[in-house]
Structure formats: C-alpha cells, structure tokens
C-alpha cells in the first residue's frame, strides 16, 4: 500500500504476511488486504454491536478476535478502510515478539485458519451449529 513502510522485518514475517495471513484473510473476506498484522484498528460502535459479529464471546482467548474481526466486517457488507502505516523492528538484536517460534506460530497458523473457514461466526438461528475450535 502506498505510504506504508517495513523497517528491518524478518523475511520470514514479511513472507507469512504477504503469502498466508493477508492472501488467505482476503479471501475468507472477500476484501483484500495488505496487512491485517498491525494491531491498531478502529471498528465502529454499530458494527460491534451487530447481532450478526457478536464479539463479546468466550470463543476469543488469544488471537481469534483479531483475525475473526477483520473478515466479519467486510463479510457482512461494512466499510473497511486500510491506512498506511510504519512497521519497523530494531535493526540489529532479536526481533521482539510475544510469539515463540514453533508453537506459537503454529498457534497462529491454526488460528487463522479456524477464521478464514468461519469457525468463529455466531451461530444463527435455524442454522447448524458451528463447529466449536479447540
């Protein structure tokens, strides 16, 4: 996206972003994104309200939410705007991050895929009951 710049990403982030997390949350949403890792976003009052989102579950524990979120919005008809933003991580040390390397990206892996198959979506009335994500 014009305006947006990475800093010293880790070529392995910048690929998990570009080939699997954006590509398959585009798709599950039907919008295309070019980077739903950022943590900071906006949602509107209505759309969190929505009887059709229903954010306030237990279902979302760790990382559900964000990815879940970012596909229900455009789903359901909403206005999604993406903004340019700077990712910039230290350029020489570790990267910093609350992810171990195996099992949390494994996690995430996991996650995202439960999303973008819809696991996450309330379950309506007269409908099939969702199958629950472990």
Request: aromatic share 10%; proline share 13%.
């Given at each position: 996206m014009r305006g947006c710049r990475a800093v010293a990403t880790p070529p392995g982030r910048l690929l998990g972003i570009r080939l699997l997390d954006a590509t398959l949350i585009s798709l599950a949403a039907g919008f295309r994104y070019t980077d739903t890792t950022n943590g900071f976003r906006a949602y509107s009052r209505r759309f969190l309200l929505d009887d059709r989102v229903a954010p306030f579950r237990d279902?979302?524990?760790?990382?559900?939410?964000?990815?879940?979120?970012?596909?229900?919005?455009?789903?359901?008809?909403?206005?999604?705007?993406?903004?340019?933003?700077?990712?910039?991580?230290?350029?020489?040390?570790?990267?910093?991050?609350?992810?171990?390397?195996?099992?949390?990206?494994?996690?995430?892996?996991?996650?995202?895929?439960?999303?973008?198959?819809?696991?996450?979506?309330?379950?309506?009335?007269?409908?099939?009951?969702?199958?629950?994500?472990?």
């Open positions: 279902v979302f524990s760790r990382y559900e939410l964000h990815y879940y979120l970012a596909i229900r919005a455009a789903r359901l008809g909403f206005v999604v705007r993406e903004l340019p933003v700077t990712r910039e991580y230290p350029a020489t040390g570790p990267t910093p991050t609350k992810i171990s390397p195996i099992r949390g990206n494994l996690l995430v892996l996991r996650t995202l895929l439960a999303a973008c198959l819809h696991r996450f979506d309330p379950v309506s009335p007269g409908s099939p009951k969702s199958v629950p994500h472990p």
